[in-house]
């Protein structure tokens, strides 16, 4: 029974491994990302079936809804506006980085401002998992606004 167990975890190490380094060999080609013409700068999930989707296509920059039935041309965006808006977007850690990497650059970028975000405010966040099932993010909001539920006031 134990030598079973054993001989399961290590073909599912295998098997992980295998996959993880196909996923690696692919990234390193670019496999799966189209010819690199078409990228989408950002998404952001409206409701259960509804996305606002940036994405950029050579040099024009398209802001574009879509639903299950259709997808709608909502606007076309500046890509200089764009990609300013990404830079001011990024940690301050990797915009001191690009700063100190590329010395082109006169002034530096101003610091942005702090805000206050209300604590039951939609956490927004980047990556693969961003406005799907396993985004870490959405299911902190979804405790917390549970959680803000379920307290007792007296």
């Known amino acids: 029974m134990t030598w079973m167990i054993i001989r399961l975890f290590l073909s599912l190490a295998l098997i992980g491994g295998v996959l993880w380094f196909a996923a690696k060999l692919a990234k390193k080609r670019g496999l799966g990302q189209g010819n690199g013409l078409i990228e989408v700068v950002a998404r952001h ?22 639903t299950e039935e259709q997808v709608t041309l909502l606007a076309e965006v500046d890509p200089e506006a764009v990609d300013a808006a990404i830079r001011d977007r990024r940690p301050a850690r990797l915009r001191a980085e690009e700063d100190t990497e590329d010395d082109a650059e006169d ?40 959680r803000e539920r379920t307290v007792r006031r007296s």
């Open 107 to 146: 002034a530096p970028a101003p610091a942005p401002a702090p805000t206050l975000v209300h604590p039951r405010a939609a956490r927004s966040s980047e990556g693969v998992l961003a406005g799907s099932v396993l985004d870490r993010n959405g299911w902190g909001t979804l405790v917390d606004e549970l």
């Open 45 to 66: 999930r409206m409701g259960r079936t509804s996305t606002l989707n940036v994405v950029r296509i050579a040099d024009m920059v398209l802001v574009v809804g879509a």
